[in-house]
């Protein structure tokens, strides 16, 4: 990668740092046509384009990076972005793709909880169930994928009707992280 792409690329990685999508956005489109066999390049971009809710530009993107790396860190994104364009079986392929891989324990548990989220949009709410309570749900130390675990499967036990467990999951969640998204709400509404 050349000094210049190297420069222009940590410019727009700042950008994106800074939640500025649509600055990012212009730099990256020039980024993809000069090196576009750069994964960093095609990650970020994928990326930034995925935070602009622009899923199937976003998908095209991803899928480059993962053919140029072999890499599955950014399959959660990937599959979030199939399952908002409604393409399950493809989501559902890149979960089953990432739980056999050797990765990271916060990178198979976005893995499972897009995964979840992909079922549950079918109306497959028991299946999204069970499939969340089998990742890190009893954990001492909670960190923040955990949290999201927690959070994901207490929106659906309350979707599902199952208050008291929806309950108890919010209350962890605000126990450990009294500002983690809306728990607190969440936590009160549920009485």
Not at 39 to 63: I, S
Not at 83 to 104: M, N, S, V, Y
């Amino acid at each position: 990668m050349s000094a210049k792409v190297e420069q222009k690329l940590m410019e727009a990685a700042k950008a994106f740092e800074r939640e500025r999508y649509r600055d990012a956005d212009r730099s990256l489109k020039v980024l993809v046509d000069q090196a576009p066999d750069v994964p960093a390049v095609r990650e970020l971009y994928g990326l930034n384009l995925y935070r602009l809710g622009r899923w199937n530009a976003a998908a095209k993107e991803l899928e480059l990076f993962r053919q140029q790396t072999g890499s599955v860190e950014q399959h959660p994104v990937l599959a979030d972005s199939y399952r908002a364009l409604g393409r399950h079986t493809k989501a559902q392929k890149l979960w089953d793709e990432l739980r056999t891989a050797d990765a990271p324990a916060d990178l198979v548990t976005e893995g499972r909880i897009v995964a979840a989220g992909s079922l549950a949009d079918r109306g497959k709410l028991d299946d999204a169930i069970r499939l969340l309570e089998k990742g890190p749900v009893r954990v001492k130390k909670p960190r923040e994928h955990h949290l999201r675990l927690w959070y994901a499967l207490a929106d659906l036990y309350e979707r599902a009707g199952d208050a008291p467990k929806a309950r108890e999951l919010f209350k962890r969640i605000v126990d450990s992280e009294p500002e983690f998204a809306d728990a607190a709400e969440r936590l009160s509404a549920l009485g």
